[in-house]
């Protein structure tokens, strides 16, 4: 027997198995229900979630014998021609292939003949912005007066190409991606039927790399399966997809937090040595700074990660703020288009994260600010001083609880205590990652109780980036020669 592919074996067969689009499938069973069919449905939305799958099913429930019914029977022989892809009065056509222009001449001839084993006429256009303008016209011209008992299917991954002459005459139907935990259940089950025994975690990155598409995922657990046998660990999954793993990811933005190239060269050099694709680690990078850039903004329960993984992103976001992220994931999305068409992909890469390292300003170190220059005081000038006085104390107190809190004071500036208790740190332009530390809760109230023990004060720490830059000494964190050196191995390839 010849092999089928999984996805071909557990594409969705009825309105019940389709995953994650619940809006699409009422709309069509009530339309089925309460005789209200439209002529033409345009569905839109990404590949891999369901489009073909559904206009056959709806074609089904036209076309049953026991129909039409929002609930195909699926044995009956107008079913099982649709599954089969012989049923005569089901017309697929696909744009993409050769512009249709073939069949969109026949379409025009034939369209009018009554449907031969069913009730109605069904034309399945896939991919209909890829349509030429030829086409399109004709199209238009059939849709204008649509004859009776027959019915367009129109599906597009680009619904902004389609010309408003068609998608006016069309009932749009807007298909989302696939909620990650859907995927995965749906993956789960295919696992559970087929015997294969899937790792949890490599499990949530097929699911993950599939980006809300079942087909991709489907596919993707194909290839894993003819990898790497019935059982499919996350170890062989990351040497299949080559892609980055969690430990890579969050060591390459540590150590882009850090400023600290060589250790970002290195730690792609090993990714790669370790059978990664250059491409596939900066899209994962890119990633990787999407998920810390939610985290960022407080939208981390959309990324559907596991509450374990959440707490490292969050953790992580905030070691960088958030023009930065903004800047890292420009530089990155630009270097993975470039790595398309250059030769020297992994060059790209090593350059963009380098050019990343140049653009932060790196702490040149603070020349000791250990009296604490005030500028202005507008509370209690003795409390201040008090504090002042024993800024030296406070700084060594701190280090010893919360070496993130110390430094964050140490690169800061006691500008000043309000009358309110609020002791004002002052943080140069372009600094504000270490504002946002010194304000975490745990770093702040470090500090606070250091305040209190050693001179009586209760203060609320609060931090102030200025708008001056101060110091723009903008220094490469990489020195030209050692960059010279690093990619001489890769230029005499
Ligand atoms: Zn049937």
């Not at 619940?22 to 309460?34: E, F, G, P, R, W």
């Not at 004709?138 to 902004?160: M, R």
């Not at 994931?329 to 470039?338: N, V, Y």
């Not at 800024?391 to 309110?420: A, C, F, M, P, R």
């Amino acid at each position: 027997m010849n092999y089928i592919s999984l996805y071909r074996k557990w594409r969705s067969q009825d309105f019940s198995e389709i995953i994650g689009q619940a809006h699409i499938v009422q709309t069509l069973q009530n339309a089925i229900t309460q005789k209200r069919i439209s002529h033409a449905y345009l569905f839109c939305g990404p590949r891999g979630t369901g489009k073909t799958s559904i206009a056959r099913i709806f074609a089904k429930a036209l076309n049953c014998e026991a129909g039409p019914t929002p609930d195909p029977c699926g044995k009956c022989a107008n079913c099982t021609k649709v599954r089969d892809g012989h049923a005569v009065d089901v017309i697929e056509i696909d744009a993409a292939s050769n512009r249709g222009i073939d069949e969109i001449r026949d379409l025009r001839e034939k369209v009018r003949y009554a449907p031969v084993e069913g009730r109605y006429k069904i034309y399945i256009i896939d991919e209909v912005h890829m349509l030429t303008n030829e086409a399109f016209n004709a199209l238009l011209k059939t849709l204008e007066e649509p004859p009776a008992q027959v019915v367009f299917i129109l599906a597009t991954t680009e619904s902004g190409k389609v010309p408003l002459t068609i998608s006016s005459r069309c009932q749009r139907l807007d298909f989302a991606r696939i909620p990650l935990s859907q995927v995965k259940g749906r993956l789960k089950e295919i696992c559970k039927e087929e015997k294969f025994e899937v790792e949890e975690k490599a499990l949530d990155l097929i699911a993950r790399s599939g980006e809300g598409s079942m087909r991709d995922s489907i596919s993707l657990l194909d290839q894993a399966v003819s990898f790497a046998g019935n059982m499919i660990s996350f170890d062989k999954l990351v040497i299949l997809l080559g892609c980055a793993d969690e430990e890579l990811l969050f060591s390459l933005a540590e150590a882009l937090a850090a400023g600290d190239g060589a250790k970002l060269l290195d730690l792609l050099r090993k990714g790669i040595d370790e059978g990664r694709s250059a491409s596939q680690v900066a899209k994962d990078l890119i990633h990787h700074f999407r998920d810390l850039l939610f985290a960022k903004v407080g939208a981390g329960a959309a990324l559907e990660l596991t509450a374990e993984y959440l707490a490292k992103v969050q953790e992580q976001s905030q070691k960088f703020d958030f023009a930065r992220i903004r800047d890292i994931l420009r530089a990155l999305s630009r270097a993975e288009l470039d790595m398309k068409w250059h030769p020297q992909a992994r060059l790209v890469l090593e350059v963009a994260l380098l050019e990343l390292l140049e653009k932060t300003e790196v702490a040149e170190p603070v020349p000791p600010r250990r009296d604490g220059p005030v500028r202005s005081t507008s509370g209690d000038e003795s409390k201040l001083s008090k504090i002042k006085t024993n800024w030296n104390k406070i700084l060594d107190e701190v280090k010893k609880k919360s070496l993130y809190g110390y430094v964050s004071l140490h690169e800061g500036q006691l500008l000043d205590l309000t009358d309110k208790g609020q002791l004002i740190i002052g943080f140069r332009k372009g600094y504000a990652f270490h504002k946002d530390r010194l304000e975490e809760e745990k770093n702040r109230s470090i500090i606070e109780q250091v305040v209190n023990d050693l001179t009586g004060e209760k203060v609320k720490v609060a931090g102030v980036v200025e708008g001056v830059a101060a110091a723009s000494t903008v220094k490469p964190a990489i020195s030209v020669d050692v960059v010279k050196e690093l990619f001489e191995g890769e230029l005499v390839q």
